[in-house]
């Protein structure tokens, strides 16, 4: 039995403690009349240079953690856009004439005038590269070798940002900065090589709603280091040895280390921080993946595509695999399939009633 003076105490002490909670609030913590409410960014899509001729013009998006340069092909009329992500290097994204018109130079450059009716193109650009400019009276030789040494000359902006945390960021913010547009109904993505991965890591950060379908052109799978064990050297136990290695190494090599070309921050982040598998997880977007059957990657591709319909059976996905095609979807007769593998997903992806299945392109 508790005293009367005990009992006094108590009821005292809690009597105190509700009082004190209700002055302060549920959470007993003041509620502080200075403190802000925490807003969303506006994103937003400024002109940086008009076409002068050609399609082409470049604008600047802004919103996210960095001002980003976005390409774009478009006109006035509403339309879905099709933003491209293309894969690594330092090579420039464009060519910039005398005149100032602008030229792709991408993968993607056949496919583009011919389904510019039915889509508007946007190109993300990578931090620290620019376009080309090519003076008036330049052979087609002269620029061929200029072309070639930008490849190779890369910024120190380039190589501190050449990864994927960052170049999934920018895609996210000119996603959001296109969505403003008038003229922009809906956005659907397509990625290259190293811009596949992008594609999934913006699918993995973003509501599925913000994209209506994505394409995956050669790399989508696992981690990376596996797809070209599988391709050469599956079974090989000294060179799954080599492989382990080469993983072990990485993680512990410091973020400025060049490794094939490239500092280790860009392989940390785009080989071993997450794969695609992983990023397109939680995601309903519906899927389109192309490879070429010579490519190291195809087989990852083939176990990506499993894994997605295990993942999620009620996702559409479309996977079309181009025979005797290399990572640029080349054939050794001197076929590029690119435009026809690319004109095979915008079908695709316009159709309100996606189908899952395969195909080959032959």
């Known amino acids: 039995m508790l005293s009367s003076q005990l009992l006094l105490f108590v009821r005292t002490t809690i009597g105190v403690l509700i009082l004190g909670a209700t002055a302060c609030g549920r959470t007993g913590v003041p509620p502080n009349p200075t403190t802000a409410p925490i807003s969303e960014p506006t994103y937003e899509l400024a002109l940086v240079?008009?076409?002068?001729?050609?399609?082409?013009?470049?604008?600047?998006?802004?919103?996210?953690p960095r001002a980003v340069d976005v390409y774009l092909a478009h006109d006035l009329r509403p339309k879905p856009v099709v933003v491209l992500l293309h894969g690594s290097s330092c090579t420039p994204e464009f060519t910039v004439d005398a005149d100032g018109s602008f030229h792709e130079t991408s993968l993607f450059q056949d496919a583009i005038a011919s389904s510019l009716t039915l889509v508007h193109f946007a190109v993300v650009e990578r931090q620290g590269v620019e376009p080309l400019a090519f003076t008036a009276g330049l052979t087609q030789e002269e620029k061929r070798k200029a072309f070639e040494r930008a490849e190779q000359e890369c910024t120190a902006e380039y190589f501190q940002t050449a990864t994927k945390p960052i170049r999934v960021e920018d895609a996210i913010a000119a996603i959001r900065s296109l969505r403003q547009q008038p003229w922009v109904t809906e956005v659907i993505l397509a990625g290259h090589s190293e811009g596949t991965q992008v594609v999934t890591g913006v699918l993995r950060d973003v509501e599925a709603r913000e994209i209506s379908a994505a394409g995956l052109f050669a790399s989508a799978g696992p981690i990376r280091f596996f797809c070209g064990y599988a391709a050469r050297n599956a079974g090989d136990r000294e060179a799954y040895e080599r492989t382990f290695d080469r993983i072990r190494m990485l993680q512990q090599a410091d973020d400025d280390v060049i490794w094939e070309g490239l500092p280790a921050r860009r392989w940390k982040t785009f080989w071993l921080g997450s794969t695609p598998i992983e990023d397109v997880r939680d995601s309903s977007v519906p899927l389109f993946v192309g490879h070429g059957s010579r490519d190291d990657t195809t087989l990852c591709a083939d176990l990506f595509t499993l894994e997605a319909i295990?993942?999620?059976?009620?996702?559409?996905?479309?996977?079309?695999?181009?025979?005797?095609?290399?990572?640029?979807?080349?054939?050794?007769d001197g076929r590029w399939l690119v435009s026809e593998l690319f004109k095979d997903f915008l079908q695709w992806a316009l159709d309100a009633n996606r189908q899952t299945g395969l195909a080959s392109l032959k």
């Open 49 to 64: 240079t008009a076409k002068s001729s050609g399609q082409w013009a470049r604008y600047r998006a802004d919103g996210g």
């Open 310 to 332: 295990r993942q999620q059976p009620e996702r559409p996905i479309r996977y079309v695999v181009v025979e005797n095609g290399d990572h640029s979807f080349a054939t050794p």
